[in-house]
């Protein structure tokens, strides 16, 4: 409803810090149409989201709905008059309890907000044209998203540093008296742990295991009880959504505020289905719980049920006035109400149902057997294991199950079925499976890996994660790859500019610190402007040094070029690396743009493409979705041709046109073209793929996709297959204009045996493909010939 001004600062610092808050644009008519019904009001009612941000959004309308009086006691009665009223779901219940119990503002809650509003503007508007001047116009950092970037930045350089190194599993197939055959892994020595290093030591002990005996050393077995899950907080809720369902955080944040406001339910009406869903705290209350256990008992019976609800640990930092993200009624069962859901409202709303009844439910229980195997030789004793799982009770598990990053060592626990085993007792080898292996450096982040990392290092809040991920996206100093995030350069430089001028400011330890002040704010244990102060005086004395040390990166581009070994693909003459808008690319060191003669080629630099595994190229999803919305956006057709919009027209109207994607290189070819001499290239535009000469614009040359059949109207022309604005394939005549012949089908140069047409065409119904005559007043028809696939 307020904000700082866009086009000053809006914050005197040598006036302890004094804020300037002005309507935000826009906004000017919604608010006087409230003051003019406030007016004639006997009391205001404040109901925004129940948390720092809401306050403050209650606060800024107290002060626009009030006579702004200076008199105390017309003050008074003001703050008697306008009543502050939160709850965390939109049910008839809790609306009318709220209102039962109105309170005032809590000016703590305000003062943590506007400190983090006045941080994150000192931050941006101060650093931001720091990095206009010696690096590109239009950049910006933020006091946390930079953090965030550092943190993917530092990611990379310790992937791309990480150095390989080998080692070697060893697996012994065995089998006891009484099935199943299992397998053993080799750990070392008599009682010594050792490392197979190479294939030369694998082989070694390999020979030496041949001949050994094969006894039963030890059997443990134990019983191990898994406990529930916490029922979601706003982190947890995107990690899971992200790994389960393949929602992006942001996507997930949108569906989950639609849950809260309320759906449509029949005959219900409009029913908030959870509640609110900014939250880092696990607490439920204590109605929710009486419902939850009725329930369980109810559906699952009492082995279910565990005598007293399951209690969570809290945060330290959590507001303990909220709860946590849970069905506003365990009762409504997800399929109950399926019918009335989108279908990524119901996935997200049906998570967070199993989760809420799961955490009420009783440990899983599992009968866990560790078996140590001694493999006797004539001087050595080799010591194998292996650890088997068998579940006893399904308990929370029969509801759900939480996701994980890599691998679950229970999950391979219960793959591993054993047979019963005794201590002495003799085994036989039926084989020896070695096996060569490198450790591996650790993965690139995604959205839900990098929210976790986040929360872990008390880096924002449960308001802040979404905006985090897609501010440095929008910034373009990262791009998900494959789903993983990888810096981009500008990002790398970015990054590097601000944390070596900026040591301070941009540690993760010392945001992670303001993080827990802003907390001491809300809790009414420090004074916001005694926070800034301090925060305050550091930053000044970085932006001072900043602005006097901090490299010109645009000055040192602009007059310097990098030679390479690289030669120019279509002159021969060296290529040198020059920067532009989104980095560093090489280019023909003969260019002079003051001579149009001179060469043009370009070509990306490798730097900007990351080396991604086969794992990190396997995308997150298929589907594209409504960066505004979160539904899935479709390919349409229009006047200029094809084009993504969202399915959620008309209420919502994104669209993003096909060339507005990653840009695909070109790609050079040894083919010559026939016009200039110079290398052809295939290259990629609005319809699709072709192959044009590299030397455009001068030569306009395009090659002709010839499909060898001569032009049946002129029969000096050839025909081509062509491509409509449409997208659509269809074949014409060479000498286009002069000659006007199409055909939507593919021609054949084969006369029609029935009527004696020129050629025949080539036409796939639903029984498969035909050759017909195009003659209307022809009938003629025959199915085409299949090549025989190849065998072997």
């Known amino acids: 409803m307020k904000d700082l001004p866009k086009s000053t600062l809006g914050v005197d610092t040598d006036n302890d810090f004094e804020t300037?808050?002005?309507?935000?644009?826009?906004?000017?008519?919604?608010?006087?149409?409230?003051?003019?019904?406030?007016?004639?009001?006997?009391?205001?009612?404040?109901?925004?989201?129940?948390?720092?941000?809401?306050?403050?959004?209650?606060?800024?309308?107290?002060d626009e709905l009030g006579n702004g009086s200076k008199s105390k006691k017309k003050r008074k009665e003001e703050a008697e008059r306008i009543r502050r009223v939160s709850f965390n779901e939109i049910t008839k219940r809790a609306v009318q309890e709220a209102f039962e119990h109105p309170r005032d503002i809590d000016e703590n809650l305000v003062d943590a907000q506007q400190a983090r509003r006045v941080l994150d503007r000192l931050v941006g508007y101060q650093v931001s044209p720091l990095l206009w001047d010696k690096v590109r116009r239009g950049l910006s950092a933020g006091r946390v998203q930079t953090v965030a970037l550092r943190l993917i930045v530092e990611r990379e350089r310790e992937i791309k540093a990480?150095?390989?190194?080998?080692?070697?599993?060893?697996?012994?197939?065995?089998?006891?008296?009484k099935p199943p055959a299992f397998d053993a892994r080799?750990?070392?020595?008599?009682?010594?742990?050792i490392e197979i290093p190479n294939g030369d030591e694998a082989d070694k002990i390999r020979v030496a295991l041949e001949n050994a005996d094969w006894l039963v050393r030890t059997v443990d077995r134990k019983e191990r009880r898994r406990?529930?899950?916490?029922?979601?907080?706003?982190?947890?809720?995107?990690?899971?959504?992200?790994?389960?369902?393949?929602?992006?955080?942001?996507?997930?944040?949108?569906?989950?505020?639609?849950?809260?406001?309320?759906?449509?339910l029949g005959e219900e009406g409009s029913v908030g289905l959870i509640t609110y869903m900014r939250t880092d705290s696990t607490r439920v209350s204590n109605e929710a719980l009486a419902e939850v256990r009725e329930f369980i008992k109810s559906q699952y019976g009492d082995p279910y049920l565990p005598e007293s609800p399951n209690t969570y640990k809290e945060k330290k930092e959590a507001q303990a006035a909220h709860e946590a993200i849970r069905p506003t009624s365990a009762m409504r069962h997800p399929d109950q109400i399926k019918q009335y859901l989108k279908e990524d409202e119901y996935k997200v709303y049906k998570l967070i149902w199993q989760r809420f009844v799961a955490s009420q439910i009783t440990p899983a229980v599992f009968d866990q057997t560790t078996v140590d195997i001694d493999a006797k030789t004539a001087s050595d004793a080799f010591w194998f294991r292996v650890t088997g799982s068998v579940q006893k009770f399904d308990g929370f598990l029969k509801v759900y199950k939480e996701s994980k990053e890599g691998k679950d060592e229970e999950e391979e626990e219960l793959e591993?079925?054993?047979?019963?085993?005794?201590?002495?007792?003799?085994?036989?080898?039926?084989?020896?499976?070695?096996?060569?292996?490198?450790?591996?450096p650790p993965p690139r982040y995604n959205e839900a890996s990098l929210v976790k990392e986040l929360e872990e290092r008390g880096i924002g809040r449960p308001s802040t994660y979404s905006a985090i991920l897609s501010t440095i996206q929008e910034r373009q100093y990262v791009q998900k790859l494959g789903g993983k995030f990888v810096p981009?350069?500008?990002?790398?430089?970015?990054t590097d500019l601000l944390v070596e001028n900026f040591p301070d400011i941009f540690d993760v330890q010392?945001?992670?610190?303001?993080?827990?002040?802003?907390?001491?704010?809300?809790?009414?244990?420090?004074?916001?402007?005694?926070?800034?102060?301090?925060?305050?005086?550091?930053?000044?004395?970085d932006l001072r040094y900043?602005?006097?040390?901090?490299?010109?990166?645009?000055?040192?581009?602009?007059?310097?070029?990098?030679?390479?070994?690289?030669?120019?693909?279509?002159?021969?003459?060296?290529?040198?690396i020059k920067w532009g808008k989104h980095g560093s690319f090489y280019a023909c060191s003969t260019y002079d743009k003051d001579d149009p003669n001179t060469c043009k080629f370009t070509k990306e630099n490798p730097i900007n493409l990351p080396d991604l595994d086969s794992a990190d190229l396997q995308e997150t999803s298929q589907e594209e979705y409504c960066e505004n919305c979160g539904r899935v956006m479709v390919l349409k057709r229009g006047r200029f041709g094809q084009f993504m919009a969202c399915t959620g027209y008309p209420d919502c109207k994104t669209t993003r046109r096909l060339d507005q994607g990653k840009k695909v290189p070109d790609i050079p070819l040894d083919e010559l073209c026939p016009k200039c001499g110079r290398n052809m290239m295939i290259r990629h535009g609005r319809f699709g793929e072709f192959t044009s000469c590299s030397g455009y614009p001068e030569c306009k040359y395009v090659k002709q996709n010839f499909i060898g059949v001569k032009c049946p109207q002129c029969e000096d022309g050839e025909l081509v297959e062509k491509r409509a604005r449409k997208g659509n394939t269809f074949y014409g005549c060479s000498n286009y204009p002069k000659c006007k012949f199409t055909s939507a089908n593919r021609p054949i140069a084969e006369k029609c045996p029935s009527c004696g047409n020129a050629f025949l065409v080539e036409k796939t119904l639903k029984a498969g493909p035909v050759i017909a005559c195009p003659n209307k007043e022809c009938d003629y028809e025959r199915l085409a010939a299949v090549e025989a696939a190849p065998v072997g």
């Open 20 to 62: 300037e808050y002005i309507v935000i644009p826009g906004k000017e008519k919604v608010v006087a149409k409230l003051k003019k019904l406030a007016g004639s009001a006997d009391m205001i009612y404040l109901a925004p989201d129940p948390d720092r941000e809401g306050e403050a959004i209650a606060a800024h309308l107290a």
């Open 162 to 177: 990480f150095e390989k190194k080998e080692y070697w599993t060893i697996d012994a197939h065995l089998a006891a008296a």
């Open 186 to 193: 080799f750990l070392g020595k008599g009682e010594e742990k």
């Open 227 to 264: 406990n529930a899950t916490p029922p979601f907080t706003t982190s947890k809720l995107q990690q899971d959504s992200s790994r389960k369902l393949r929602f992006s955080v942001k996507r997930t944040m949108m569906i989950a505020q639609r849950l809260y406001e309320g759906v449509e």
């Open 416 to 440: 591993h079925k054993l047979p019963p085993l005794e201590p002495g007792q003799k085994l036989t080898l039926r084989a020896l499976k070695p096996e060569q292996h490198f450790t591996e």
């Open 488 to 494: 981009t350069e500008i990002g790398l430089v970015v």
């Open 510 to 541: 010392y945001t992670a610190r303001l993080e827990e002040e802003l907390d001491e704010i809300e809790e009414g244990k420090e004074k916001w402007t005694d926070a800034l102060a301090e925060f305050y005086k550091k930053f000044e004395k």
């Open 546 to 576: 900043a602005q006097k040390h901090m490299e010109n990166i645009m000055e040192n581009i602009k007059r310097m070029e990098k030679p390479t070994d690289e030669k120019c693909e279509l002159c021969g003459a060296p290529l040198v």
